[in-house]
C-alpha cells in the first residue's frame, strides 16, 4: 500500500517562502512520478502546480509558478520537496503531493491513483 505523508505548510504574507514535503513510502516501481496539486479556497478542483518524475529529474510546472516554485527530490528519504518563493495571495490552498506510475498527464488530477492527505498553506496580502 503506497501511503504519501506531506509536512509543512503554514501561513506567511505576500513575498514569503515556504517549503512542502511528500515522503513517499513501500513505493515498489523503480520509476515514478510525483506532482503536488492545489485545492483553492470554495472550490473542488485540484490544479497542478508542479510535477517530478523520480529518479529520471525531469520537472514540469503550471506556468503560473514558473521562476517562483521549485520542486526536486532526495532519493535518500524518499522525499520530493516544493520550495515556494515569494507567494501570492493567489497560491493560497490545500496542497496535495500524488504519486503515480505514468501519469497520462503530469498535471492533471485524474492521472493519479496515490493522494496524500493535504496540507494547508495560506498567503496575506
Known amino acids: 500500500q503506497v501511503q504519501l505523508v506531506e509536512s509543512g505548510g503554514g501561513e506567511v504574507q505576500a513575498g514569503g517562502s515556504l517549503t512542502l514535503s511528500c515522503t513517499v513510502s513501500?513505493?515498489?516501481?523503480?520509476?515514478?512520478?510525483v506532482a503536488w496539486f492545489r485545492q483553492a479556497p470554495g472550490k473542488p478542483q485540484r490544479k497542478g502546480v508542479a510535477?517530478?518524475?523520480?529518479?529520471?529529474?525531469?520537472?514540469w510546472y503550471t506556468d503560473s509558478v514558473v521562476d517562483r516554485f521549485t520542486i526536486s527530490q532526495d532519493n535518500t528519504k524518499n522525499t520530493v520537496v516544493l520550495q515556494m518563493n515569494n507567494l501570492e495571495p493567489e497560491d493560497t490552498g490545500i496542497y496535495f503531493c500524488?504519486?503515480?506510475?505514468?501519469?497520462?498527464?503530469?498535471?492533471?488530477?485524474?492521472?493519479?491513483?496515490?493522494w496524500g492527505q493535504g496540507t494547508q498553506v495560506t498567503v496575506s496580502s
Open positions: 513501500t513505493w515498489t516501481s523503480n520509476s515514478y512520478f
Open positions: 510535477c517530478i518524475m523520480v529518479p529520471d529529474g525531469s520537472l
Open positions: 500524488a504519486a503515480d506510475f505514468r501519469p497520462g498527464m503530469r498535471l492533471a488530477a485524474e492521472s493519479y491513483k496515490y
